[in-house]
């Protein structure tokens, strides 16, 4: 912008006139149109009227005309012939600035399950192309052979890295068959708690399994599995798998101590506790028709959302379930029950296959509260820093609530009762098993508190055992806690107090069975470790504070403790993590990867990048 208008300013009335800040006179711009306005009448009017103004307007052009020509070798914008020339040159494949490229090029069909023929896509070559004209798109066996393997290298290397810092390691394991091909996959995630007590989780295995998945054959990969990470049994504290009896054989021929999936029993009990039940199947026989008619008809799903709309009902879709998640079934009574006046509509304009009879309906409604529990329990369970401590507090308070009687139960009194002996009989001797009872007592939201008072002393001389066999193996490598608070954590770095849940729900009664175990605790006298005494005489911590947070800044004042929750809180509670993991697996070898011959390698360098990469990012501080 010209100096001069530091001396006018455009008129309010007619922007073809300046007004002259020190006369107030009106001066033309020089013409009628936008694109024909100058500054020469301006300059004019100071030059004859105000030439002190004038003479500090020429002071400033000049000065601003100096500034302009001393940046102007900076901001050259005409290039050299040499210049011009390299600018349309492709780069070759070795220059930083391609390889920098094609490993973002991999990473993007990693993480997005792109496949490798999108480096043949119109769409994604012509963006690439915009941002860095230069840059030469490489072929898709160049990606496979060169760049994939580069970039697993990499990621292979930092979590070698985490591993071998690892004292104690827990895992979970599964086997997937996809749909689309003749593949099988094994797979182990491994998770473990660092010296900060901070989760670290890391998919090292999602390999191809081929043959019959005998004990034998699976106890031999996880042989291969171990040795190709360098990770010693002893360092192995459990592995979580499904329950199987070939998985649990396998574990056990290996020489590993293993868990079943809580998830899985969780599904064993439900369905064979409640689904089974003559009326409540029938019910659902019923209810899975209704939503089938929907999921096949797009004009009865389009009828079907236009009377929801007429009822002023939100647009949902009626959810189908899947035999093998119990939840999936919960949820599709749940939408039924919710669709129930926009079902009666429906079904009083047009056909339906069949309809839910009054008491059915009522079925429906009262397995819906009475499974409330179990989705809760379950969602808990597969939270991504659950740990085998939530296993004890979790069955104890869900038999319990199974075990009451309310008016609400009638008509379901039998499945009730039902789910409360499968629950019972599935998880028998879970207060007993060395890896749950320690991990709870260990977990400070826990503790002894949901110990039966015939399990609890017995719990206690568990953990007693563990601290002392543990101190006098691990005295020589004591961690250096010096820098960690001692300020009591029951107090600080919590979670703000949770909204109060319904009466009668799961979270009630963890909170009921605290409290009669801490009147119990009060009265009860007997001679412990000095460490263990303290912690246990100690109130719980918040259901919703994190246990780690807790180790971490509690470890100077029970490091003895500190050292048994480190190895114990690494378990998990399900094998969510490989299920996961396989929901990916699937992504990758799909139909269309499949078509073009995805090999079994490569899909597990894809995955294991895809899971693995952002641990690089985290660790590297990047976003």
Not at 57 to 70: I, R
Not at 492 to 516: C, F, H, N, V
Not at 553 to 567: D, E, G, M
Not at 576 to 596: G, M, P, T
Request: aromatic residues 8%.
């Amino acid at each position: 912008m010209s100096a001069v208008w530091n001396y006018f300013q455009v008129s309010p009335s007619d922007v073809k006139l300046a007004i002259c800040n020190d006369c107030k006179a009106s001066v033309m711009r020089g013409g009628t149109k936008t694109s024909s306005f100058n500054t020469s009448n301006l300059i004019n009017h100071l030059r004859l009227n105000h030439s002190e103004s004038y003479a500090a307007f020429v002071q400033q052009s000049n000065e601003k005309k100096q500034k302009g020509q001393a940046a102007a070798p900076k901001t050259r914008t005409q290039l050299t012939l040499k210049e011009s020339t390299e600018k349309k040159q492709k780069y070759a494949k070795n220059p930083p600035r391609a390889k920098a490229i094609n490993r973002k090029i991999i990473e993007c069909i990693a993480l997005d399950n792109q496949p490798f023929s999108i480096v043949q896509d119109a769409g994604f070559t012509k963006l690439v192309e915009f941002l860095e004209p230069r840059f030469a798109m490489p072929n898709r066996r160049y990606l496979t052979d060169v760049c994939l393997p580069e970039l697993y290298s990499a990621v292979y290397s930092h979590v070698e890295k985490l591993i071998v810092d690892a004292v104690s390691i827990s895992f979970t394991t599964d086997i997937w068959s996809s749909s689309v091909s003749q593949v099988s996959m094994l797979s182990l995630t491994a998770q473990w708690l660092d010296k900060d007590f901070v989760l670290k989780k890391a998919v090292l295995h999602s390999q191809e399994c081929r043959g019959s998945h005998t004990a034998e054959a699976i106890a031999s990969a996880f042989e291969g599995m171990f040795e190709t990470w360098k990770i010693p049994k002893e360092n192995a504290h459990v592995v979580v798998r499904d329950n199987a009896r070939n998985m649990a054989k396998a574990t056990a021929e290996f020489g590993v101590p293993s868990l079943p999936c809580m998830a899985h029993t969780l599904q064993l009990a439900v369905n064979g506790g409640a689904l089974s039940q003559r009326s409540i199947a029938d019910a659902l026989a019923v209810g899975r028709r209704v939503v089938g008619h929907f999921k096949h008809s797009p004009l009865a799903c389009s009828r079907f959302e236009d009377i929801q709309k007429e009822l002023n009902m939100p647009v949902k879709k009626l959810q189908q379930d899947v035999s093998t998640r119990w939840n999936s079934t919960y949820y599709m009574m749940q939408s039924l029950v919710e669709q129930k006046r926009a079902l009666s509509a429906y079904a009083a304009d047009y056909e339906l296959p069949t309809t839910l009879t009054a008491s059915q309906w009522g079925i429906m409604e009262k397995m819906i509260t009475l499974l409330e529990h179990f989705e809760q329990l379950t969602r808990d369970i597969s939270a991504a820093e659950a740990t085998a401590a939530d296993v004890i507090p979790g069955v104890v308070s869900l038999t319990r609530l199974l075990a009451k009687t309310d008016e609400s139960d009638k008509g379901v009194q039998t499945a009730k009762h039902a789910l409360f002996e499968a629950v019972s009989k599935r998880f028998d001797g879970v207060q007993t098993e060395p890896l749950y009872a320690i991990a709870t007592m260990v977990d400070a939201r826990y503790k002894d508190r949901y110990f039966d008072p015939d399990k609890k002393e017995e719990a206690r001389n568990m953990l007693l055992n563990v601290v002392d066999e543990m101190a006098s193996v691990g005295n020589d490598q004591r961690e250096d806690a010096a820098g960690a608070s001692a300020d009591d954590p029951g107090q600080e770095d919590q979670d703000p107090p949770p909204k109060r849940a319904r009466t009668g729900s799961l979270q009630d009664m963890y909170q009921k069975i605290l409290t009669e175990n801490d009147v119990a605790k009060q009265a009860t006298t007997g001679e412990t470790a000095t460490q263990v005494h303290a912690y246990l005489g100690e109130a719980t911590i918040l259901k919703t504070a994190c246990p780690f947070k807790y180790w971490s800044s509690t470890q100077i004042r029970f490091p003895a403790l500190a050292r048994v929750a480190r190895k114990y809180l690494t378990a998990p509670c399900t094998s969510v993590d490989s299920e996961r993991l396989f929901s990916a697996v699937s992504h990758v070898i799909d139909e269309k990867r499949n078509r073009i011959g995805l090999h079994c390698n490569n899909a597990e360098m894809l995955i294991f990048i895809q899971k693995n990469l952002p641990l690089t990012y985290m660790d590297m501080g990047k976003n």
